[in-house]
């Protein structure tokens, strides 16, 4: 069974804080690929990072990093010093045989001023 | 390169019509793939669509169908609609089926409300 799960519902935090969404995978697939996603308001799913199951190393792009632990089936997302316009709900998805992206419940990040 | 465009934006039913949904992804892309979201359940996958036959589906009732065009275009019809299909559905499309970089963008969705 394939599956996504992101614990934290909502999440706030003051601007410049830095805060971590986590996800944790469950598959029975030797090759799979995991995602984030960003959904602002407006409702389009925005990519933000692809990682397939043979590549462990950690990500880093601008502001966002990403944490990728096959030991522990978790791919966590963290934002450095947070800005307001990072406020979304952010999904993790989990693609394994197939085209079909499992998603996670999402995080909703509020970032207050 | 224009994005994956969805129409209409918004819609309002009532309990018991049918409706269509459209999708036109990004051009070149072939595959088509179809969610649902609701608060309640989330991002639910509905179906798959590759070179006009359905190649994937979700745990949906078979009142969500669809379909693909030879210009790769999709239509996802519901018919007798209930109160529980209010949602945004979201349109992604991509080149192929799932290659090791074949990346999924998605459209801004129509938001479904059933009265």
């Known amino acids: 069974a394939q599956k996504v799960t992101q614990a934290q519902t909502e999440i706030s935090v003051v601007e410049k804080e830095d805060v971590t969404l986590d996800c944790v995978y469950e598959?029975?697939?030797?090759?799979?690929?995991l995602f984030w996603y960003k959904q602002p308001p407006s409702g389009e799913l925005v990519f933000l990072i692809r990682?397939?199951?043979?590549?462990?190393q950690n990500e880093i792009s601008g502001r966002y990093s990403w944490n990728f632990q096959k030991s522990t089936s978790s791919f966590n997302f963290t934002i450095t010093a947070s800005q307001v316009v990072d406020s979304a709900v952010y999904f993790c998805?989990?693609?394994?045989?197939?085209?079909?992206?499992?998603f996670g419940t999402g995080t909703s990040l509020t970032v207050i001023p | 390169k224009a994005g994956v465009t969805q129409t209409p934006r918004y819609l309002i039913k009532t309990r018991g019509q049918q409706v269509t949904l459209s999708c036109s992804p990004i051009?070149?892309?072939?595959?088509v793939s179809w969610y649902q979201q609701t608060p309640g359940q989330g991002l639910q996958f509905l179906f798959e669509?590759?070179?006009?036959?359905?190649?994937n589906k979700g745990n949906f009732p078979g009142r969500f169908s669809g379909r693909q065009f030879s210009n790769s275009r999709s239509e996802m019809n519901v018919s007798t609609l209930e109160l529980g299909d209010s949602a945004l559905y979201l349109c992604?499309?991509?080149?192929?089926?799932?290659?090791?970089?074949?990346?999924?963008?998605f459209g801004p969705g129509t938001r479904l409300t059933v009265l």
């Open positions: 992604a499309s991509s080149f192929s089926r799932g290659g090791a970089w074949d990346e999924q963008f």
């Open positions: 598959t029975r697939d030797t090759t799979y690929y």
């Open positions: 990682r397939n199951s043979f590549d462990e």
């Open positions: 998805a989990l693609r394994g045989t197939g085209n079909q992206f499992y």
């Open positions: 051009s070149g892309h072939r595959s």
């Open positions: 669509y590759f070179s006009e036959t359905q190649r």
